[in-house]
């Protein structure tokens, strides 16, 4: 069986946020999907925050409870 070629295809990449085909020089086809990630970005480092002060609280719990 014989591998298809994609020759036909012109260079091209898609974004990040929808899948959209675009220009190889944009992350993004709107501004809309920008904003879209950067506030996905925002929300997993407001998530990695609470996570690491959710963390050391119990690990300080722990110290506490096992030296009392």
Known sequence: ???PTFQNIPSHAHCKVCGVSMPKTRSFCSNECAAADEKGKNRGKKFNR?????MVILFVA???IQFS
């Open 1 to 3: 069986m014989k591998t």
């Open 62 to 64: 722990l110290i506490v």
């Open 50 to 54: 609470f996570f690491l002060v959710v």
